[in-house]
């Protein structure tokens, strides 16, 4: 949780070529948004997104959101363009499709300047070498694109997602060893609310931040999920204090529930508070 100043439960992704989306998502209670010039917009309007875009993130109004720009690969004839226009739109992070390496986070840096990097994690290379990918000095996050995974791989599909456990658990390790943010694959089915659920309970138990999502009706299951729940709340508070009294009266080991806490319960207790308060700030605006 150090790795990231605010909450991500929900990744939203918004065409950028579309003034009515982008005027939905303001009032939309997403963690962040992810606005999109590539796979959300047609050859023919990716010109025109741009303004579009631009527009939208002068006219403000979607407060304390994460916001982050979508380009289309360097590698295509739009690519150099967006990173150049996303560069001056106010966004929070520009994120570059297909990474392969750090070379292709270099490629972005040298356009976009200062302005912190994301990368799209959907291939089997970008797999391979995500812990590189990771430690690049301007990547302050990493989404999966298990849609794009799944294909390269040639996987048939599976509830459980086990094709694409290695890869992600790669990124996994790899985003936590470098303070990277890591966001889960999107969920298809958007009317789905139980598969989703069981998504992103498992997405949360490998260590991801949230989940992106294509669908605002998608918003209230990633919320809740990525949430600390009243029980684990309960007993962060429960072993703060019981280590705390230890720590204050000199005597014995702290015990809650049968098991002993220890200052690695007790770090981990404080990082579930300091979310639930990150995201009572956010629910106030």
């Not at 390496?101 to 797999?127: C, H, K, Q, R, V």
Request: a negative charge; aromatic letters at 4%.
């Amino acid at each position: 949780m150090p790795s990231i100043a605010r909450p991500l439960r929900s990744v939203l992704y918004i065409p950028g070529s579309k003034p009515r989306a982008l005027d939905k998502a303001r009032g939309l209670p997403a963690d962040a948004i992810i606005f999109d010039l590539e796979d959300a917009v047609i050859p023919e309007e990716k010109i025109a997104a741009r303004a579009t875009l631009t527009e939208a993130l002068a006219t403000g109004g979607y407060g304390s959101r994460m916001k982050i720009i979508r380009i289309n690969g360097l590698d295509t004839e739009w690519g150099a363009d967006d990173a150049k226009a996303a560069a001056d739109m106010g966004a929070d992070a520009i994120l570059l499709p297909k990474v392969n390496s750090p070379a292709d986070l270099d490629a972005l840096a040298a356009i976009t300047g200062d302005m912190p990097l994301w990368a799209m994690m959907e291939t089997p290379l970008g797999m391979l070498g995500a812990a590189a990918i990771a430690a690049h000095p301007k990547l302050q996050g990493m989404v999966m694109g298990t849609n794009d995974l799944a294909k390269d791989l040639q996987t048939r599909y599976r509830a459980d997602r086990l094709p694409l456990m290695a890869g992600l658990g790669l990124c996994v390790l790899a985003g936590k060893a470098h303070g990277v943010a890591l966001i889960d694959g999107v969920y298809n089915a958007f009317k789905d609310d139980e598969g989703l659920r069981v998504e992103c309970d498992q997405g949360r138990d490998m260590g991801f931040d949230g989940k992106t999502l294509i669908h605002p009706a998608q918003l209230d299951v990633a919320n809740d999920a990525f949430s600390p729940s009243d029980a684990e709340v309960d007993l962060a508070r429960r072993q703060i204090a019981a280590f705390e009294e230890c720590e204050a009266t000199g005597q014995g080991v702290a015990v809650v529930d049968g098991k002993i806490v220890e200052n690695l319960h007790v770090a981990t207790a404080r990082e579930t508070l300091a979310k639930v308060e990150a995201i009572a700030a956010l629910n106030t605006e």
